[in-house]
């Protein structure tokens, strides 16, 4: 039985739900793993993650499909991508085998808490890892935790499919050998500064130009970007935005489902006022739409306006759902039938 809960009012929240999945890194392996009901995380006033964020994590949803099975999709790029992240921040990986098997475990033991098929709403998974001993001088901690909480979630942006009014960013996100490829905190914390600023202003998000040049553009603070030019599907080329899984999922539809032509490649700020749609993309933002962006006080009017998404967008995002949601038969390997 699911939950009472209003699921169509849900935004992007945190409820506690029954259990989190937990697992100890200690001596240099990692335990068997647990569900536990504590949501509550206990270590050292010094430990790795409080004083140097030494910390990644990853973000993916459950969903209720049309025939009422239980599916997640694409754990297993998930799971690879968390593992770079790891490695990058020098902290053991967490076995990918085993991070889909506790996904699978931690959905299974909050059924309850799975939006019904056609709320509008889902279950947001979130793994995440970080080292819990005491780390004075700076250097990897020994002990670390990998935990997934779930929750369940409405749509990230205020408003669902409103079109969007970004500007470019007046920080800088990511260096072109830091961090921005993975799932970092540290990516997020420097960004709230960002984000504070630009919701002050009026405007829903940053869009991060490619702090080398400042003349590219990279991606926003929690998702990638992509664009509709004619029968194109453009998106960025680079090695210090996420590699979104739902932007690589995109790239494969909009080519085998749609017959668009894809476009993977660096995209000028100057090209902007060529494109006619464009939207954001990631787990938690799904697509959402894109009408203007702004740069340095000049408005970028995207064609497709301010009052809904764009006519191939919504092709999109209407084939993207359909296969997470089990109306549209999806690629091999996609969706993973949980229960
Ligand atoms: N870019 C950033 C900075 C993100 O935080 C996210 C969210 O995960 C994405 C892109 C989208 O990635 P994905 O589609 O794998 O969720
Ligand atoms: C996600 O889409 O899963 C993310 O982690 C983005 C975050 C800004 C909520």
Same mark, same amino acid.
């Given at each position: 039985m699911a939950k009472n809960i209003d699921?169509?009012?849900?935004?992007?929240?945190? =409820?506690? +739900?029954?259990?989190?999945?937990?697992? !100890?890194?200690?001596?240099?392996?990692?335990?068997?793993?647990?569900?536990?009901?504590? &949501?509550?995380?206990?270590?050292?006033?010094?430990?790795?993650? !409080?004083?140097?964020?030494?910390?990644v994590f990853e973000g993916l949803k459950a969903y209720t499909t049309e025939s009422g099975k239980i599916v997640?999709?694409?754990p297993d790029l998930n799971a690879e991508r968390m593992a770079q992240s790891a490695e990058r921040l020098e902290m053991p990986v967490f076995p990918e085998e085993r991070f889909i098997e506790a996904v699978k475990?931690?959905? /299974? @033991?909050?059924?309850?808490?799975?939006? #019904?098929?056609?709320?509008?709403?889902?279950?947001?998974?979130? #793994?995440? =890892?970080f080292g819990t001993n005491a780390v004075i001088g700076v250097k990897p901690a020994d002990d670390y935790q990998f935990r997934i909480l779930v929750t369940p979630v409405g749509p990230y942006f205020k408003g669902g499919a409103k079109p969007l009014t970004? %500007?470019?960013?007046?920080?800088? /996100?990511?260096? #072109?050998?830091?961090?921005? &490829?993975? %799932? @970092?905190?540290?990516?997020? @914390? =420097?960004?709230?500064?960002?984000?504070?600023?630009? &919701?002050?202003?009026?405007?829903?998000?940053n869009l991060y130009p490619d702090s080398a040049t400042r003349t590219k553009v990279e991606e926003t603070g929690g998702a990638n970007i992509i664009f509709i030019k004619g029968n194109k599907f453009v998106t960025v080329k680079s090695s210090s935005i996420l #590699?979104?899984? +739902?932007?690589r999922s995109l790239e494969y539809v909009a080519e085998h489902y749609l017959g668009l032509e894809v476009e993977e490649r660096e995209i000028y700020l100057d090209e902007l006022p060529e494109f006619e749609e464009a939207g954001l993309c990631g787990t938690a933002a799904v697509i959402s739409p894109v009408g203007k962006i702004v740069n340095n006080g000049k408005e970028i009017l995207i064609p497709s306006g301010m009052k809904e998404m764009g006519p191939t967008t919504k092709k999109l995002y209407d084939t993207l759902t359909g296969i997470q949601m089990g109306r549209i038969e999806a690629p091999e390997g996609w969706i993973y039938e949980i229960c």
């Open positions: 699921w169509g009012s849900l935004g992007f929240g945190y =409820m506690e +739900t029954d259990k989190s999945y937990v697992s !100890l890194y200690t001596d240099g392996k990692w335990d068997s793993g647990t569900l536990t009901a504590d &949501h509550t995380v206990t270590m050292s006033e010094c430990a790795g993650v !409080l004083q140097y964020a030494q910390t997640t999709f694409r475990e931690v959905v /299974r @033991a909050n059924v309850e808490w799975v939006p #019904p098929y056609g709320s509008g709403a889902s279950l947001y998974i979130r #793994p995440y =890892m970004i %500007k470019i960013a007046d920080f800088d /996100r990511a260096a #072109p050998r830091g961090t921005g &490829h993975i %799932k @970092a905190g540290l990516n997020y @914390a =420097m960004s709230l500064h960002a984000i504070v600023q630009a &919701h002050k202003q009026g405007y829903d998000e #590699p979104s899984i +739902t932007r």
